[in-house]
């Protein structure tokens, strides 16, 4: 009930400051906040989910809490003033690692693979598109499934890789290493709209994609890897014993 009633009431407003402080040649940064107005937080304060935004999580900045009067003193600090400091403590934690798939957030990593792509010509012929498609996406994911390269927990919905799933990883890493940076399939789409635009005609296109698979697939051919990725199957290995924890 109470969190229906909040949807009526208008947004909680924070009043948040960001100090630089130099000692000693080192930087030190600070983040402080404040509540000006409640807002909603007036009716949703003992809902359950407070409890969910209390909750720390280590990739979160820590913002330190502070009053009306304190916040007016950081609001009159001007740049190059001098501060006295009273005493230091060292605050020691942990980041979390990053959550594994499930097979939700998958499906979105697909879509916008393109986020991944450093050069921003090539991320924007990839926006949108992603890898597969809409109609596709979800079929690709249970075909990855049905061939035993990836495990989903059924009851959590978590995606986990498999034995075979890295060994395809690292013989395709150690071969043609460009198949698994979305970089290509951004390259490949800019090629296509170069054919739409008419800059390019779809015979030149089709050459470099021809001559790319050739050479890509005779490498591949001409190169004895089996030695070398002997050393990547035993460091997976280990993980997939039968008993132990995947």
Known sequence: VRRFLSIFYPPAVYQKINLTTKMHGEKFFSSFKVLIS????????????????EEPTGNQEDDTKCDTAMLEALKDLKK???LNVDKLQIKE????????????????????????IEDEELRSQIKGSGIGTSATRAEILKKL??????????????????LLGEMIFDVV???????????LTASWEKGLNYV?????????????????????????????????????FDAAAQFYKKGSQK
């Open 38 to 53: 409640e807002g909603y937080l007036k009716v949703i304060e003992n809902s359950f989910s407070k409890k969910k935004t």
């Open 80 to 82: 190059g003033a001098v």
């Open 93 to 116: 934690g942990e980041t979390s690692p990053p959550k594994r798939y499930n097979s939700g957030s998958i499906i979105l990593a697909m879509e916008n693979a393109g986020q991944l």
């Open 145 to 162: 499934i049905g061939n035993k390269y990836i495990a989903l927990n059924k009851k959590t919905q978590i995606l986990t890789p498999s």
């Open 173 to 183: 890493n150690a071969s043609i290493r460009s198949l698994l940076n979305p970089e």
């Open 196 to 232: 739409a635009e008419g800059e390019i005609t779809p015979e030149e296109y089709m050459t470099k994609l021809d001559h790319f698979i050739r050479s890509r697939t005779d490498g591949v051919l001409k190169t004895n890897y089996q030695y070398a990725l002997r050393q990547y």
